[in-house]
């Protein structure tokens, strides 16, 4: 055996194994800068050894984790394009020499097998996984704004096929085993236990010869015309999807179709050298910057208890409706069998609708079997009263926005619930320290905001308050890690922190147009900018009639900055509440399919004026940045990543801006604040009044990351 620190190599009666994930105590093992100089070093050495053995085994001595890629830390040290591509062809040489190696050689996959990981065993000639749930194969590197630099756009389309390799590759998507079996990315599927002796069997058995449907396939792709409609297609697809805000897909697209033609020294030249490109372009510094804001948040860093933190296991939803039904859902799709009350069957009858059309969803894409949506399906259990509710750690409100109301019901609901039991309002506008007041014991209360619908949306907002127990918060981010949502922790005040943001971008939007902007210039604008939807698209999407009541609140909060446009209010005098009433901005069918502009609305607006793209941009976004300059000052949130991460998750602001505060550094914040102090004179002195937290920025000469 060598001595390693990061790779277990030893030889057994003539095969070699590599372990990876030796000495490491974290919960995934990656390809780090010394790991790769010491796999170089033993590639070497079985090189030098030479038929004096019989096979090679690359595997995990870490159960549980192949490798999650390559350390994201590694790319981050890459400062310039000459320097990101030299890395890339370190790597690429060093995985050519396993390819070359003389002897068998099989990987066993067992957990993630990602990014560098995969790029590695592609080198190997044979691939065997386990068939735990925890495996999972993929180049997840489009997601980071790269491409995978390590031969892996080389290798997969002469594993898999040409149509395939492009699918996985272009989306990132993560290969499950029995996928990745029919896929023939691996030869074979073993329970993790019979892994390595099957191993040693792959070692013995000649290379599987492709069948007649895989020989065609691979006819069809190597003819030149078939090739260039497969790429032509591909290029639609991904500006489609795109809208080309992102250039990784593309660059893919080149690389790959450049490159078909070529050996293997002259394809990936092409590939280490768009690497370097990317690595060092803005979209990916700011993907990246969002992995670590995504990787941070699996961390609890809000108030530590003095004592245990309690392990939600059982859940009820309380109320019935669409989030009810979303709630009780995501409680039912994580194991906890929940209970789901409300005042009676026709209610149910609505809850039940909605988890079975969500459990539909994810059975129609191939994500559960049939057995396990009927055996969800049936954990959830509707009930009239509190039968059962002294078993459940978890329950979720989610009825009437009415303070009166839910107060009255938490009053009646502490009755019949253990003292350990964590209560928590799905609320998006009251104040969860007035709704603690209802408690007596306020300690076990929080609100966990979840955003419409709920089995897309991956963020959830914790509010906290004054009373709460530091331990009802955590409790709370380890549940919503668990059941796979991104939490942000924030300290009660209106609207919290999304929606707070949020509602200065639709409300000038409807300034806008009172001014004789269109609504199609205005959501093109938003669009063109990168957000998923326009303002008065996402506004029908919310509901006209709820925006407006959330604007006066915020008005009622915040003052005349947050006064209120009348444009919405009009339409609501007219029954156009958008989506719901098939009537808003935008006209509906009866699938809430758009069809087409409300021309009884553009016909009520203003006269038709051009507006600059850009102006139109910096009248919605800035105030955006300005209210989230208060909220910092205010103390609401702690960091500006929270802000970012929320931004993205809740509302989708472009992620490959990095985040709302990440793209105001990118801009300057000095030439933000003269920005918003123009608007306030030319446009409106207390909508745009600056956030004096913003101007003490420009005195000091901060960004917001500096704070």
């Known amino acids: 055996m060598v001595g390693n620190t990061r790779i277990k190599y030893e030889t057994k009666e003539q095969i070699a194994y590599i372990g990876f994930g030796y000495n490491n105590d974290k919960a995934q093992t990656v390809l780090d800068q010394e790991t790769l100089l010491e796999l170089a070093d033993i590639v070497k050495d079985v090189h030098a050894k030479g038929r004096e053995l019989k096979g090679l085994i690359l ?60 790029e590695m065993v592609l080198a190997c000639k044979a691939i065997i996984c386990s068939d735990s749930s925890k495996t999972l194969l993929g180049l997840p590197e489009v997601k980071l704004g790269i491409l995978p630099g390590f031969g892996g756009t080389y290798r997969l389309p002469r594993r898999i096929g040409l149509p395939k390799a492009l699918d996985a590759i272009l989306t990132g998507k993560m290969i499950k085993p029995k996928s990745a079996y029919k896929l023939h990315l691996v030869d074979a599927v073993y329970p993790k236990e019979r892994l390595m002796a099957q191993a040693l069997n792959h070692l013995k058995k000649s290379p599987k010869g492709k069948s007649l449907k895989e020989t065609l396939e691979s006819f069809a792709t190597e003819n030149f015309v078939t090739r260039k409609i497969i790429f032509q297609k591909a290029r639609e697809s991904v500006l489609k999807k795109t809208k080309g805000f992102y250039a990784s897909p593309l660059k893919i697209l080149d690389v790959m179709e450049a490159g078909m033609g070529k050996g293997r020294s002259g394809y990936l030249a092409l590939e280490a050298q768009a690497f370097g490109e990317l690595c060092v372009s803005d979209t990916s510094r700011n993907l990246r910057h969002l992995f670590f804001l995504m990787e941070g948040a699996k961390k609890y860093n809000g108030p530590k208890s003095t004592h245990p933190v309690p392990d939600l296991k059982r859940g009820a939803a309380l109320g019935a409706g669409t989030m009810g039904g979303g709630i009780a859902w995501l409680m039912a799709d994580n194991g906890m069998a929940p209970l789901m009350k409300d005042l009676n069957k026709d209610a149910l009858e609505l809850g039940m609708k909605q988890s079975a059309r969500n459990f539909y969803g994810a059975l129609k894409r191939r994500k559960i079997t049939q057995d396990e949506f009927e055996r969800k399906q049936r954990s959830i259990v509707p009930v009239t009263d509190f039968t059962g509710f002294q078993n459940v750690d978890l329950i979720i409100e989610a009825i009437v926005e009415n303070l009166e109301i839910k107060q009255k019901v938490y009053r009646e609901l502490e009755k019949y619930i253990r003292p350990d039991c964590i209560v928590a309002s799905n609320t998006s506008s009251l104040r969860v320290t007035q709704m603690a007041e209802a408690f007596e014991h306020p300690e076990r209360f929080a609100g966990l905001h979840f955003f419409n619908p709920v089995h897309m949306m991956p963020l959830v907002e914790i509010v906290t308050h004054p009373k709460a127990d530091p331990a009802t918060i955590e409790a709370l981010y380890n549940w919503v890690i668990k059941v796979k949502k991104t939490p942000v922790i924030v300290k009660d005040g209106p609207g919290f922190l999304v929606n707070r ?8 939007a409807g300034f806008l147009l009172e001014e004789g902007v269109s609504i199609k210039d205005l959501d093109n604008a938003c669009l063109n900018f990168g957000m998923p939807m326009g303002p008065c698209r996402l506004l029908d999407e919310i509901g006209i009639d709820v925006a407006v009541k959330v604007a006066k609140i915020m008005h009622d909060a915040l003052g005349e900055r947050a006064k209120s446009n009348t444009s919405s209010k009009k339409l609501i005098e007219n029954q156009f509440f958008g989506k719901k009433s098939k009537k808003g901005f935008y006209l509906y069918d009866e699938n809430e399919k758009e069809i087409g502009l409300n021309e009884a609305v553009v016909s009520a607006l203003p006269k038709s004026k051009k507006m600059d793209e850009i102006d139109i941009q910096m009248r919605v976004f800035l105030p955006m940045i300005n209210e989230a300059a208060y909220i910092l000052s205010d103390g609401l949130v702690l960091r500006p990543s929270d802000v970012d991460l929320a931004l993205i998750f809740g509302i989708g602001f472009p992620p490959f801006r990095g985040g709302l505060l990440r793209y105001a550094d990118s801009e300057g914040i000095d030439r933000i604040y003269r920005a918003i102090e123009s608007f306030s004179k030319s446009v409106d002195a207390d909508r745009y009044a600056p956030s004096p937290f913003l101007k003490k920025m420009v005195d000091e000469k901060k960004k917001f990351y500096d704070l």
């Open 59 to 118: 595997h995990s001595v870490k159960p549980g984790c192949f490798l999650a890629g390559a350390d994201i830390k590694l790319i981050e040290t890459m400062q310039t394009e000459s320097e990101a591509a030299s890395g890339a062809e370190k790597g690429q040489l060093l995985y050519n020499g396993i390819e070359d190696l003389a002897i068998p050689t099989v990987a066993v996959v067992d957990g993630p097998c990602l990014g560098g990981g995969l």
């Open 501 to 508: 943001i949020l509602m200065p971008y639709l409300n000038e």
